[in-house]
């Protein structure tokens, strides 16, 4: 075992991984969907030689979680780390904390910023999940409903 999650009192380090782990220079990144300081789920790194854990950042950290909450899987372009989050944004009509973003991650400074904030309702899509992929200059992805029809869509976000 490297690194047991969940390992500071009142699981200020996350809890409950689920996507896998991306390397970037030697450093691994992933994501837990609940815990850190504000409860709505953190990217961590975990150096593999010591087992040294440290929280890049913690989401929720808006009161009202306009930064995001609950966060799935990881891509690394260039030394900056882009996801989802599930729920979370600048629109409640999902859930009372949101309908999801795509956000960006320094991972070298913690500094985080949403590039988008899912709507809820009409064509834009609601609840991302799954990984994002890269081409050229926009990032792909897909929701989980939303949309024309109400089944989701598939999405272009230019970073």
């Known amino acids: 075992m490297l690194y047991s999650i969940c390992s500071q009192q009142n699981c200020a ?10 390397d970037v220079n030697g450093t691994l990144y992933g994501t837990t969907a609940f815990g ?7 990217v961590f790194a975990i150096d593999p030689d010591t087992g040294v854990e440290t929280v890049s950042y913690a989401f929720c950290s808006q009161q009202d979680c306009t930064d995001g909450k609950d966060p799935s ?11 989802t989050t599930r729920l979370g944004g600048t629109n409640t009509d999902c859930d009372s904390s949101g309908c999801g973003t795509v956000f960006a991650l320094d991972p070298g400074t913690g500094h985080e910023s949403v590039l988008h904030s899912f709507p809820g309702s009409g064509a834009d899509g609601e609840l991302p999940g799954g990984d994002l992929l890269a081409v050229k200059r926009a ?13 989701g869509v598939v999405f272009a976000i230019t970073r």
């Open 13 to 22: 380090d996350g809890e409950q991984p689920f996507a896998g782990l991306i």
């Open 36 to 42: 850190g300081v504000y409860g709505g789920g953190t």
């Open 73 to 83: 899987g990881l891509l690394n372009v260039n030394d900056m780390l882009y996801g």
């Open 139 to 151: 990032l792909y992805g897909v929701t989980g409903e939303g949309g024309a029809y109400g089944g």
